[in-house]
């Protein structure tokens, strides 16, 4: 689950009064009743995914609940999952906030990132699209257009949404909710990760962080870099592309999978400890087994940006019995997909170990905020 901060809109945080009737005294508890805000204070919150402690304490505040709800709001959880009659149906809802020419495009991948890896088939969605003032006729067509092919290849039907243009906002705001059914008969939490199980990567980290990179600094890199390298780097967002709908349906159907999450904001670091978190293991990761593309590493090294914290859609994470690891693998290769066993979950929660190429035991480091948003 994300939630986003946008500094880009003007929000007013300050107290409103609320008109409150008998009939509503009756039905809520005191708890609900009293003001949560008074519980936090007035620091800033930094731009980024909100910190997980927020995130916490934010979503411990007092709500109704419902039997229906199999999968709620949780760190690290990519999608809730309803129980409808005999059907289990994932739900998702992700904004596209930073500038780039494709927000429909990501927005739409994104989404079914995440009901991939809860363990179902991405099917519908809703689209709400704020432009700004400055806004054209065509960029709102092209953002739809780009929306409605991504869906299109992917099988997603759009069935709704809304659309406005708002001063409140200085780039496209494009946010998508998805809905898709299960695959199989359980969900794929985050948190379902087992002290012993192997972790397996599936394409290299930071695909999107790269082609967002390369594409930003195209004139500087193509300076000091091999330009068929850049030009390759800028075409990852379609190649190898930013979608894990496709190997996230292969494990869920050929394997044993406990867990199964994609990194995102934070990269490959971050989401390695939201399995660990949610699954309340440690974790020992081996650096000289992580995934990675050379054109990634070289970018990274000469903008002197950490590859580990690189917002890194288009990769796959899961977990699952360490004796089917290699077959795992084999199985990921075999369809044409990159993988390798990278680490172990552990039983000691709290634990965050790296194994360095130089064989040096460190820390698994923490990016509070994407790399991209850092800077």
Same mark, same amino acid.
């Given at each position: 689950?994300?939630?986003?901060?946008?500094?880009?809109?003007?929000?007013?945080?300050?107290?409103?009064?609320?008109?409150?009737?008998?009939?509503?005294?009756?039905?809520?508890?005191?708890?609900?009743?009293?003001?949560?805000?008074?519980?936090?204070?007035?620091?800033?919150?930094?731009?980024?995914?909100?910190?997980?402690?927020?995130?916490?304490?934010?979503?411990?505040?007092?709500?109704?609940?419902?039997?229906?709800?199999?999968?709620?709001?949780?760190?690290?959880?990519?999608?809730?999952?309803? =129980?409808?009659?005999?059907? #289990?149906? &994932?739900?998702?809802? %992700?904004?596209?906030?930073?500038?780039?020419?494709? @927000? $429909?495009?990501?927005?739409?991948?994104?989404?079914?990132?995440?009901?991939?890896?809860?363990?179902?088939?991405?099917?519908?969605?809703?689209?709400?699209?704020?432009?700004?003032?400055?806004?054209?006729?065509?960029?709102?067509?092209?953002?739809?257009?780009?929306?409605?092919?991504?869906?299109?290849?992917?099988?997603?039907?759009?069935?709704?949404?809304?659309?406005?243009?708002?001063?409140?906002?200085?780039?496209?705001?494009?946010?998508?909710?998805?809905?898709?059914?299960?695959?199989?008969?359980?969900?794929?939490?985050?948190?379902?990760?087992?002290?012993?199980?192997?972790?397996?990567?599936?394409?290299p980290m930071g695909i999107e962080g790269t082609s967002i990179l390369?594409?930003?600094?195209?004139? =500087?890199?193509?300076?000091? #870099?091999? &330009?068929?390298?850049? %030009?390759?780097?800028?075409?990852?967002?379609?190649? @190898? $592309?930013?979608?894990?709908?496709?190997?996230?349906?292969?494990?869920?159907?050929?394997?044993?999978?406990?867990?199964?999450?994609?990194?995102?904001?934070?990269?490959?670091?971050?989401?390695?400890?939201?399995?660990?978190?949610?699954?309340?293991?440690?974790?020992?990761?081996?650096?000289?087994?992580?995934?990675?593309?050379?054109?990634?590493?070289?970018?990274?090294?000469?903008?002197?940006?950490?590859?580990?914290?690189?917002?890194?859609?288009?990769?796959?994470?899961?977990?699952?019995?360490?004796?089917?690891?290699?077959?795992?693998?084999?199985?990921?290769?075999?369809?044409?997909?990159?993988?390798?066993?990278?680490?172990?979950?552990?039983?000691?929660?709290?634990?965050?170990?790296?194994?360095?190429?130089?064989?040096?035991?460190?820390?698994?480091?923490?990016?509070?905020?994407?790399?991209?948003?850092?800077?």
């Amino acid at each position: 689950m994300r939630l986003i901060i946008d500094r880009s809109a003007s929000v007013d945080f300050r107290p409103v009064s609320i008109q409150r009737y008998p009939e509503q005294d009756a039905d809520m508890t005191s708890e609900r009743m009293e003001d949560p805000a008074r519980h936090f204070d007035d620091k800033r919150i930094p731009s980024g995914k909100v910190p997980p402690d927020l995130l916490n304490r934010l979503l411990n505040l007092p709500r109704r609940t419902s039997p229906a709800v199999l999968v709620g709001p949780g760190p690290g959880e990519d999608a809730a999952v309803l =129980r409808m009659g005999k059907s #289990l149906m &994932a739900v998702t809802s %992700d904004p596209i906030t930073f500038s780039t020419p494709r @927000p $429909g495009y990501y927005a739409v991948h994104v989404n079914a990132n995440d009901i991939a890896v809860m363990g179902g088939r991405p099917q519908f969605l809703t689209l709400t699209m704020i432009l700004p003032p400055q806004a054209t006729e065509r960029q709102a067509a092209r953002i739809m257009h780009e929306a409605i092919r991504a869906a299109d290849a992917l099988e997603i039907v759009l069935i709704g949404g809304h659309s406005e243009v708002s001063d409140a906002v200085r780039t496209p705001i494009v946010s998508v909710t998805m809905f898709g059914r299960l695959i199989g008969e359980r969900p794929l939490r985050t948190g379902d990760g087992q002290p012993g199980d192997a972790i397996i990567q599936v394409n290299p980290m930071g695909i999107e962080g790269t082609s967002i990179l390369a594409s930003e600094h195209y004139p =500087r890199l193509r300076e000091k #870099l091999d &330009a068929a390298l850049v %030009d390759r780097a800028a075409g990852f967002l379609f190649d @190898p $592309g930013i979608s894990v709908v496709a190997p996230a349906r292969l494990a869920v159907e050929k394997l044993e999978v406990h867990a199964m999450h994609d990194p995102t904001e934070g990269g490959l670091a971050t989401g390695l400890q939201e399995i660990a978190a949610a699954s309340q293991t440690g974790l020992v990761v081996q650096e000289a087994s992580l995934l990675s593309a050379e054109e990634t590493i070289l970018i990274c090294r000469h903008l002197q940006f950490d590859p580990l914290g690189l917002i890194s859609s288009g990769c796959l994470l899961f977990t699952l019995p360490a004796d089917q690891a290699a077959d795992a693998v084999q199985c990921m290769n075999a369809a044409g997909y990159r993988a390798a066993e990278i680490g172990r979950l552990t039983d000691t929660p709290g634990e965050r170990v790296l194994f360095s190429n130089s064989g040096q035991r460190r820390e698994m480091p923490v990016f509070l905020v994407d790399e991209l948003a850092a800077r």
